[in-house]
């Protein structure tokens, strides 16, 4: 009856022939999720770490080099140091902090608005404002150019209509802040949208029954509990800034030097990759530092809901 | 039966999965190592690496369709990159290869990263070139003269390009690149960001040739000139058309360096007064010159599985309408070294003549030198985007 029931008793005495457990990585390695994650973890080793690798061995190579197979030496970063490269990455930092700040006061209220103003229409307006994103940034910049140069769209309309002259209002740093702030502008709005929608409108009703005023809203509960999405959409545009390329050069007339012209440049025309690889490590190195000091200050499990 | 779900079922064949996957990666090796031949039915496809014009549809879209065959191609920003990739291996992606004149004969043919042409096949259509491009050509070979490494086809000489409604050629041939750095002239020029042909004429207006060892002093001079020279700019910009958009407006009068290729466009569209201008009175190292002049040498890529395409490609190019159609392809207007053949002159028109300044160009040409290797690059390089990096400061 039992064989019938399918059901095996084992009575004191009896020993099952059951395989031994495996242990240690075995066991490990056999788990599904460990399983499933190996494709992915395979790709990003080959597609991620393994070029940022590569990058990292350049950069100990000597000066005009084109293999990783030679006696490592600190040459390069030497030679970075003694020279005005911080100048670079001075002016990436200090535009992309300026574009960082811009960005949040212009997005905080549309972001708002988005979430809590203008209901259905919002999404029309998400579309609108993603649509650019779709045309390459090159592209998008030189139409700018053509709008702020000299006897371009602004300066000839402003000259036709009002009878005012304008210079060209480009090769400026402005231009090039300018350039940042519209090119990144949407990677700061859509996590602010997010943090935004996750403060929960109860709360926002509880500190106005307990008195509190529009600003005392906005300062201790609005803002801090939207801070993980405004936290995620600076760092991402802090980043993306930082290592701008096309801005400065369109729009900027290369009156300012970033960190990325410096490196496209050992690339291309100094034929120093090490030396570019070398400072692509310093810039990987100043992003990595402050990402890890932001994310750990933002409750990413609680974002996705998590917890 | 129950059903299991995708990771059962995966425990449950793992031993018919891994033989599969044995048999795959068998295949695999098996393939990879098959003779070469087998996979290098590269008849039908082809590979272009070139500046822009050699690229665009007006060159390949007839040889596509006449040789049935699929052909990539893509421009280059700069020569030094080009060469770079081809170092790190790009040798097996591309089959034609177009580079200024000097890397070919001493550094890719050194360096095996082009094969040598068919000199029975090839060389009859030298009778093509104009005078100063005759058979041995010197940028065509290799250095022991044996080798025939490419085809010369586009040229052009480089100086500065003014706009001559402020400031005549004769002004400007005379004062040369001293009209740059008088500080009356400051924010009144542009500087073209072609790393290599600013540091040329950077080195022309200090006064010596670029194409030899400088000395300290020399080096000196050139880190004075190259900072005037950046600091004085009203922008620098690696965008010729940028550039040509300034002088149009009024905003600037020059452009430092400039030459035929990158005012050509500006000129064919209805801007005449922006020129090309070779000052007189070089170096006497350079008998005088003081431009630098370029030729385009088009070669095969030491490609292991070479398409037999890409002489055809080399061939084709020198048909007089395709000579036309490379000279004037998009981007820039540039004169080719075949319009020493009537055939190929009779395609132009004056105002297309006009565009690349073909008047003056024996002129423009016999006061440049032609451009070759800069032994001091890397440091005049650093010299020069440190200049940038500093400029105003």
């Known amino acids: 009856m039992a064989q019938a029931t399918g059901i095996v008793t084992i009575t004191p005495g009896q020993s099952a022939r059951a395989a031994p457990e495996p242990s240690g990585w075995r ?5 599904p999720g460990v399983l499933t994650a190996l494709p992915m973890a395979l790709l990003m080793l080959t597609g991620f770490v393994a070029p940022l690798l590569l990058v990292v061995a350049f950069a100990f190579m000597p000066p005009q080099s084109f293999s990783i197979l030679q006696p490592p030496t600190l040459a390069n970063f030497q030679e970075i140091f003694a020279n005005s490269f911080y100048r670079s990455f001075l002016a990436s930092l200090y535009l992309a902090a300026a574009t ?21 229409v919002a999404g029309v ?32 309309a402003l000259q036709a209509w009002f009878g005012i002259a304008t210079d060209s ?14 090119t990144y502008l949407p990677f700061m709005l859509f996590p602010m949208i997010m943090g935004i929608a996750m403060v929960p409108l109860e709360m926002r009703e509880a500190a106005f029954d307990l008195g509190a005023t529009r600003w005392q809203v906005l300062k201790e509960v609005d803002i801090p509990l939207a801070m993980p999405g405004i936290l995620i959409g600076a760092l991402m545009t802090f980043i993306l800034a930082a290592g701008a390329l096309s801005e400065p050069r369109i729009l900027g007339g290369s009156s300012v030097v970033m960190i990325a012209q410096d490196i496209q440049n050992e690339f291309t025309f100094a034929q120093n990759w090490p030396k570019g690889s070398a400072l692509s490590v310093l810039m990987i190195l100043v992003a990595g530092v402050l990402a890890v000091t932001l994310l750990r200050r933002i409750d990413l499990d609680g974002i996705f809901g998590r917890r | ?64 369709t006449e040789f049935d065959c699929d052909v990539r191609a893509q421009g280059l920003i700069s020569d030094p990159d080009a060469v770079n990739q081809l170092r790190a291996g790009d040798t097996r992606i591309w089959d034609v290869i177009n580079l200024n004149n000097s890397w070919g004969r001493r550094q890719l043919y050194p360096e095996n990263l082009i094969v040598p042409l068919d000199q029975e096949r090839f060389r009859p259509h030298w009778d093509m070139m104009l005078p100063e491009f005759k058979w041995p050509y010197h940028w065509a070979m290799s250095e022991d003269g044996k080798e025939l490494l490419g085809n010369i086809q586009r040229f052009g000489p480089s100086g500065m390009n003014v706009d001559t409604n402020v400031i005549s050629v004769e002004m400007a041939e005379d004062q040369g690149y001293n009209l740059i750095l008088e500080d009356d002239f400051a924010g009144k020029y542009a500087v073209l960001k072609y790393d290599d042909w600013a540091i040329m004429h950077t080195a022309l207006a200090a006064g010596f040739s670029p194409f030899r060892k400088l000395t300290e002093d020399e080096i000196g001079r050139f880190e004075q000139v190259m900072r005037k020279v950046i600091t004085n700019a009203a922008f620098v910009s690696d965008d010729m058309n940028a550039i040509a958009l300034g002088v149009i407006n009024g905003s600037i009068s020059a452009s430092f360096p400039g030459s035929v290729y990158t005012v050509s466009t500006a000129r064919f569209d209805g801007n005449p007064h922006f020129t090309c201008v070779v000052p007189k009175n070089g170096p006497a190292e350079l008998g005088g010159k003081n431009g630098v002049c370029w030729m385009e040498l088009t070669s095969l890529v030491n490609n292991p599985q070479l398409s037999p395409r890409g002489a055809d490609f080399l061939e084709y190019v020198l048909r007089p309408e395709v000579c036309k159609n490379v000279a004037f392809a998009e981007g820039t207007f540039n004169p080719v070294a075949q319009m020493g053949d ?50 105003g400061v």
């Not at chain 1, 209002?169 to 519209?182: D, H, I, K, N, P």
């Not at chain 2, 690496?49 to 007839?62: A, F, H, I, T």
């Open chain 1, 100 to 120: 960082t700040l811009i960005c949040m006061v212009v997005c905080y209220p549309v972001a708002y608005a988005m979430v809590r103003v203008f209901g259905r």
């Open chain 2, 1 to 64: 039966m129950k059903r299991k779900n995708l990771l059962q079922s995966f425990s449950a064949s793992r031993r018919e999965l891994l033989r599969r996957s044995a048999a795959l990666a068998g295949g695999i090796a098996a393939a990879s190592a098959l003779p070469r031949a087998a996979l290098a039915a590269r008849e039908n496809e082809l590979t272009v690496y070139c500046w822009e014009g050699y690229n665009s549809d007006k060159v390949l879209d007839p040889f596509r």
């Open chain 1, 125 to 156: 307006l998400a579309l609108l404002i993603t649509a650019p994103l779709f045309v390459a940034d090159n592209l998008r910049l030189v139409g700018w150019m053509l709008f702020l140069v000299k006897g371009g769209v602004l300066s000839g």
């Open chain 1, 169 to 182: 209002m480009l090769y400026t740093v402005s231009a090039t802040l300018f350039g940042l702030v519209y």
């Open chain 1, 27 to 31: 066991a490990w390695l056999r788990q």
């Open chain 2, 342 to 391: 009537p055939r190929v002159m009779e395609q132009f028109s004056t105002e297309e003549l006009d565009a690349f300044q073909w008047d003056r160009m024996p002129e423009l040409m016999a006061r440049c030198a032609d451009f070759d290797d800069i032994p001091d690059y890397p440091k005049l390089h650093a010299i020069f985007t440190t200049a940038l990096r500093e400029k």
